[in-house]
């Protein structure tokens, strides 16, 4: 175990730069300092919320002194209380002259909803209402969080990250943990939720070198609903951007989502509600794709879930534009002294509740997180106990180990060649003994039982040989290919560096950033439109509604493709689709008439065959 003097020099040399979007309201702190701000709260079943312990008074040892709670329980940290209107009105003022002065103006990208489909525009327009149904609209709890963090800044706090330093299946893991005091992504930045306090947790993977010395291989940044292998890029990878041996984060505003790339992220959640028509919906775009030739050369069956784009989900944007503040080494602001965290620190270990407000959002999205170490449901993170696995890391060995792991498995495929081989010999000797048994007794009808049992032991040992044959010949083929990778490494040959990515963080493309003004006006009133439509044919017309429906979602189906420039390719889309009907129309009306069509037709086809087979013999 390492020294914390080295740990401090581990994570102090390779810290991460952090580059904010402009506008955005909190940044990392120390999680100490909020919890002496906040007061401890419990909420047991069928019962009123309770103060354990009233604001000011909370410490850090308070927090990390052992309890016990009642199934159903909820422990939680409190920070503020709503606004008065007077205080939201100060909020507003203040917001609006830092605004007018640049200081932390924002301005959103064009056309959240002109870049998903109709369908999620459904989908977004219920979430919406499911809101304020849940009563989460107000951005009170956010203002009152903004002025907070600001006192609490003005009592000298710096910008800080709490690291720790794990050693796991030969790798050195350098985890940096961020603790933001809100995250206010939806009331400041339209996003998908707000909550008090967030963690956000950064990776960095070191490895001995050829002579020891550890080096930086891999990254993993936490972001929403993304995990293993698409969590991480390889150091070396030209997406991981650097200033020195420091990675460059760009943070979600508001959200605080790491990304490896400025820009504008589209994030599509998918309710889990939604899953069973989630997943017919995709399995029918997958089939439409395939027949109309749109699939740009994927592999579908490798990864269906991935493939693509959800079909039910709420559309959001993640700004990480990196043109706001930026902390770390050479920046705006550099970073404090780290807070080192593991499980000797009492509130890592001991404290499983709520990091902010517990609001009993029955889709949690407005609940605060739990801390470091725990999921909401007091379990341990999986990034906490195994870092390496979180990652997909796992699976993959430092490089200097690569050679001796390849060398191992080489071996076990031999050993298991061998055992193989040995099976075969032993199965082919009892193979001929049953061989000769059958042979022995083929002509003797009182043994015809014997016989038949005997023939059937063949048939079955037979196959099992085939099958142990079969797993041979696949062991020399990968045996040769292990042989080459192994050439490869020893030649000094550079590993694949994005193969283990599957679905990748990459930021809206321009032409979808800026969608045009008649896009961006379809995509706001089109669920109005349609949702009024409706109301009015069924009032003025209820007995033709499906039909008018029909067509309404046709023409719908027209205007969308005719603003989202796709036309072309609905059109003949729609085409396809009629051919397809009217095909199987034909079919219904017509069905004897075409099935004896198709037997009269394959009667010809064999006749012709056959007279040609003739034909030929008589030639020779």
Not at 411 to 425: F, P, Y
Not at 455 to 467: G, T
Request: net charge negative; proline share 5%; hydrophobic share 40%.
């Amino acid at each position: 175990m390492m020294e914390e003097s080295q740990q401090r020099t581990l994570l102090r040399r390779y810290e991460p730069i952090i580059r904010f979007t402009r506008g955005e309201e909190f940044f990392p702190m120390d999680a100490e300092a909020y919890i002496r701000a906040c007061s401890l709260w419990i909420k047991r079943t069928g019962e009123q919320p309770q103060e354990l312990v009233p604001a000011n008074l909370l410490t850090p040892e308070t927090l990390a002194q052992p309890y016990a709670d009642d199934f159903g329980a909820v422990r939680y940290l409190k920070f503020t209380d709503p606004l008065s209107a007077a205080e939201m009105a100060v909020q507003a003022l203040r917001q609006r002259r830092e605004s007018d002065q640049g200081a932390t103006e924002f301005r959103a990208g064009k056309g959240r909803l002109a870049r998903v489909g109709y369908t999620s525009r459904v989908v977004d327009a219920l979430f919406r209402v499911a809101l304020l149904a849940r009563g989460r609209v107000p951005g009170d709890a956010a203002a009152a969080a903004s002025m907070g963090y600001r006192t609490l800044m003005q009592h000298g706090h710096h910008h800080v990250y709490h690291g720790r330093v794990v050693e796991e299946n030969g790798w050195v893991v350098l985890q940096y943990w961020y603790f933001y005091l809100y995250n206010n992504w939806r009331s400041r930045f339209s996003g998908a939720n707000d909550h008090e306090a967030d963690w956000e947790m950064v990776c960095i993977y070191l490895a001995p070198d050829n002579v020891g010395l550890l080096r930086p291989e891999w990254v993993a940044y936490a972001s929403h609903d993304y995990a293993g292998d698409d969590l991480r890029r390889h150091w070396s990878d030209p997406e991981v951007q650097k200033v020195g041996d420091h990675p460059v984060i760009y943070a979600g505003a508001g959200s605080h989502a790491a990304y490896f790339s400025p820009g504008e992220y589209l994030t599509e959640i998918e309710l889990n509600a939604l899953a069973p028509v989630t997943r017919t919906a995709r399995r029918i775009q997958q089939i439409w794709k395939r027949i109309m030739r749109e699939t740009n050369g994927q592999d579908e069956s490798a990864d269906p879930d991935h493939t693509h784009e959800p079909a039910l989900a709420i559309p959001f944007v993640d700004y990480a534009r990196g043109d706001g503040l930026s902390i770390g080494p050479e920046q705006d602001e550099p970073w404090g002294e780290p807070r080192l965290i593991h499980e000797g620190v009492g509130w890592v270990r001991t404290y499983r509740g709520l990091w902010g407000l517990y609001t009993q959002d029955p889709f949690a999205g407005e609940d605060a997180p739990a801390g470091p170490m725990f999921n909401r449901d007091g379990t341990v993170r999986r990034s906490w106990y195994d870092p390496v696995g979180w990652a997909g890391l796992d699976k993959v060995p430092p490089s200097t180990v690569m050679v001796d792991v390849a060398r191992r498995r080489r071996q076990q495929i031999v050993d298991q060649r061998t055992l193989l081989r040995d099976q075969v010999d032993e199965k082919l000797a009892i193979l001929r003994g049953l061989h000769l048994q059958a042979t022995s007794i083929r002509s003797q009808p009182h043994l015809r039982a014997l016989f038949v049992q005997t023939s059937a032991e063949i048939e079955a040992l037979s196959s099992e040989i085939n099958a142990l044959q079969a797993e041979i010949t696949a062991a020399d083929a990968l045996l040769e290919n292990i042989d080459r990778h192994e050439d490869h490494l020893l030649r000094g040959g550079a590993r694949p560096l994005r193969d283990h990515i599957r679905r990748a963080h990459t930021p809206t493309t321009p032409d979808q950033t800026h969608a045009g003004q008649v896009a961006e006006l379809w995509a706001a009133i089109s669920v109005t439109v349609l949702l009024v439509a409706f109301v009015l044919l069924f009032y003025f017309n209820p007995r033709f509604l499906p039909i008018w429906l029909v067509s309404i979602l046709a023409l719908f189906a027209f205007i969308e493709a005719g603003v989202r420039g796709a036309f072309t390719r609905v059109v003949s889309s729609f085409a396809t689709a009629l051919a397809i009907v009217a095909a199987l129309v034909l079919l219904y009306e017509f069905f004897w008439w075409v099935v004896g069509a198709v037997i009269l037709t394959l009667a010809i086809y064999i006749l012709w065959d056959n007279l040609r087979e003739l034909t030929r013999s008589w030639k020779r």
